[in-house]
């Protein structure tokens, strides 16, 4: 029964709203309005981490270094896995990615990621890999670079109706887990708030640009098109404090 804001219920883009008790959760003075606004996508982030049960010493790979990859490299860098490999094509996120814990970084552009990943591993390949870019390519590279009883984490949303393979071949033999994540739960999203409130998981980094609501149009734009280095683009919604 997920309800959730605007998908179900008006209040996107508005000054104020009325939410039911249950979908409120309260934060203490040591996280400000503008890093609080991130914990959407870092219970996402955590959550991944959860489902896959990461456990210290293993190794992981961050497929797509966008705000939710991010986020899993916060949440995983909490398990104190052994190494913490970040792919992706943008040299600014892959920076950002090894300022928040990524241990090694693979620009796809550049180098054949899967022998990356192979070199990096001494060509065992991860125990957990996460799907965090919505594309065949990192969809067939996330699975090719799993060792044996691996897990492949689907957080990214390809488009409606897409159909991807799976190598059997691979799958079977190498006992790998394919898991799938529909963002969160209460519980889920509450412990990422209390992580953020701690300090544990500082997203604070991951906003690079602001606007105030009426330039709405100039920040969806920029967003959207990846501009001058962007990350997450907040609107500032509400009088100034």
């Known amino acids: 029964n997920f309800r959730g804001i605007p998908y179900h219920i008006e209040g996107a883009y508005q000054e ?12 203490g003075d ?19 981490v959860e489902r896959s049960q990461l456990a210290p010493g293993e190794t992981i790979a961050v497929v797509g270094t966008g705000t939710i990859g991010l986020m899993v ?15 992706d094509p943008m040299p600014n996120r ?9 241990t090694h970084t693979v620009n796809i552009r550049e180098i054949d990621p899967y ?11 991860v125990d957990v890999a996460y799907y965090c870019a919505p594309t065949e390519d ?3 590279l996330g699975g090719r670079i799993l060792g044996s009883y691996g897990r492949l984490l689907i957080e990214a949303t390809p488009p409606e109706g897409t159909r991807w393979t799976v190598p059997v071949l691979d799958f079977v033999p190498k006992v790998l887990s394919y898991i799938g994540i529909s963002g969160y739960n209460a519980d889920h999203f509450a412990a990422a ?14 906003i690079t640009h602001q606007f105030a609501l009426e330039d709405y149009e100039q920040a969806l734009h920029m967003a959207d ?5 962007s990350v997450k683009v907040l609107l500032k919604i509400g009088p100034e404090n």
């Open 225 to 229: 098109q990846r501009k001058d280095a």
């Open 138 to 140: 990192a969809w067939h």
């Open 73 to 87: 490299i916060l949440s995983a860098k909490l398990r104190s896995p052994a190494k913490i490999i970040a792919l």
């Open 115 to 125: 022998e990356a990943v192979l070199d990096l591993t001494a060509g065992r390949g």
């Open 94 to 102: 892959l920076q950002l990615a090894r300022e928040l814990g990524a």
């Open 193 to 206: 708030l209390r992580l953020m409130e701690s300090g544990q998981i500082n997203v604070a980094s991951l």
């Open 16 to 27: 104020y709203f009325m939410a039911k008790e249950l979908m409120v959760f309260p934060f």
């Open 30 to 48: 040591s996280l400000s309005m503008e890093a609080a606004s991130l914990a959407e996508p870092a219970a996402c982030g955590y959550t991944a």
